[in-house]
Structures are given as C-alpha cells and as structure tokens.
C-alpha cells in the first residue's frame, strides 16, 4: 500500500513558477513508476509526465520545455517543476504511482493540488 501526499499547489501568475511535490509513504518507492496528471471540470485526467522506475523520463507536449519531472528516492518524493506557466495550465495535478508484477498492475492516487495560473 502506497499513499500519496501532494503539496505545493497555488495561484501564479501567467509566466510565473511552482514546484509541486508528491511524497509518497511505504517502502521500496524506487520500484514505483511515477507519473503526474491533470484534470479540469468536464475533461479526462491526462499524463502531464512521468519518470518510470529505470527509465527516462517522458513529457506531454504541452509540458515539454517547460516542465521537469523528477524523483528522489531517498526522500521517497517525486517533483514537478512548472516555469513560464500558462492560463491553460491551470488545473487539478494528481500524483500516481504504478507498479507492475506479471499481469498484475498496482496502481495509486494522491488527492491532488490545485494550480491556478491566472493575473
């Protein structure tokens, strides 16, 4: 069992940046992909990035470039660091962590944190 704890949420202006971080309880977080989502009212959550386990790190093209997806495994956290934030930014961001074994997927959610870009 894993919990996800999210922080670093808030309002920024257009142009602006936060660093959101996800901190994650339980053992062997290092095993775990980790990713991080966003949802607005009426649309589908949607992979903003991720950073597998073992491998390279992966964007959505509205993120990349501007956006840094990273993990400490010591500290069991997982950040994202947003810069030159847009109004379309803004958005409900949601911590997940995966781990599969087999056919078998383990799958966990923070709560989330809201972003809000906007002047």
């Known amino acids: 069992q894993v919990q996800l704890v999210e922080s670093g949420g808030g309002l920024v202006q257009p142009g602006g940046s936060l660093r959101l971080s996800c901190a994650a309880s339980g053992r062997m977080f290092s095993i775990y992909d980790m990713a991080w989502y966003r949802q607005t009212p009426g649309k589908q959550r949607e992979l903003v990035a991720a950073?597998?386990?073992?491998?390279?790190?992966n964007y959505a093209d509205s993120a990349k470039g501007r956006f840094t997806i990273s993990r400490d495994n010591a500290k069991n956290t997982v950040y994202l660091e947003m810069s030159s934030l847009k109004p379309e930014d803004t958005a409900v961001y949601y911590c997940h962590a995966a781990y599969k074994i087999l056919k078998f997927t383990y799958d966990y959610w923070g709560q989330g944190t809201q972003v809000t870009v906007s002047s």
């Open positions: 950073i597998p386990s073992g491998g390279s790190t």
